[in-house]
């Protein structure tokens, strides 16, 4: 099955900075990877998704980058706000599948 | 807005004790999940379902069961509730790939 690697598990940046997180994924089949966001007491929310066919997409500060070959893709976000403050996950699957696989998560915190 | 409403927020069972989770979606979703999410383990699917009745394992089913009687429903079961069932429980609904969490079930077995 497939296999979600997702690093740093945790990240601090100053306020204003970028945050970088990257996940690999191990089955070449996979073709669609969504990123979600969980606040504390909150479940996930899709941020930002990403299909095979394109190698970048933005929306106004989170971007996210794929690299089909090596099996990789990013989530970026500049200018980081304390409220980008979160839990971030990765994912991958078929398009065709019905569950994805999440990477561990990594933990965010913007500080001011 | 579609909403994903978990009966419980917080729930503290005894060990052995029959558990229920419940999770209720209103967007007429075919796809329901349920995931444990445990600190430094992530999201680990526990067992999902694609249509009324119908129910796949996960990647970590032992010990829970599921039942989906209704399309707007999906039951978690843990016959036998046990300590390292301790987690927070989170359920989602999709019409394909883009999910809707719950807000998590945090259940605590002691």
């Known amino acids: 099955g497939e296999n979600v690697e997702q690093h740093p598990s945790t990240l601090s940046v100053q306020e204003g900075d970028s945050a970088v997180i990257k996940c690999t994924y191990s089955d070449s089949a996979s073709n669609y990877f969504p990123w979600y966001k969980q606040e504390l007491g909150k479940g996930p929310q899709l941020i930002i998704d990403?299909?095979?066919?394109?190698g970048e997409k933005k929306d106004q500060r989170i971007a996210v980058t794929l690299n089909k070959t090596a099996k990789h893709f990013s989530l970026h976000i500049t200018e980081t706000q304390p409220e980008d403050s979160a839990v971030y996950f990765c994912a991958a699957s078929e398009d065709s599948g019905y569950a994805l696989n999440f990477g561990k998560g990594t933990s965010l915190l913007v500080t001011p | 807005d579609v909403k994903v409403t978990q009966s419980s927020r917080y729930l503290v069972k005894r060990t052995g004790e029959k558990v229920f989770l419940e999770c209720v979606q209103d967007?007429?979703?075919?796809?329901m999940f349920w995931y444990r999410q445990d600190p430094g383990l992530g999201l680990r699917l526990i067992y999902f379902?694609?249509?009324?009745?119908?129910?796949e394992k996960g990647d970590i089913p032992e010990g829970y069961s599921v039942s989906r009687e209704k399309k707007e429903r999906f039951s978690l079961i843990l016959e036998s509730a046990s300590t390292n069932q301790t987690s927070m429980y989170l359920c989602a609904s999709s019409p394909g790939l883009f999910y809707t969490f719950g807000s998590g079930t945090r259940l605590t077995v002691v």
């Open positions: 967007m007429d979703h075919e796809n």
């Open positions: 990403i299909r095979s066919n394109v």
């Open positions: 379902s694609y249509d009324v009745k119908m129910k």
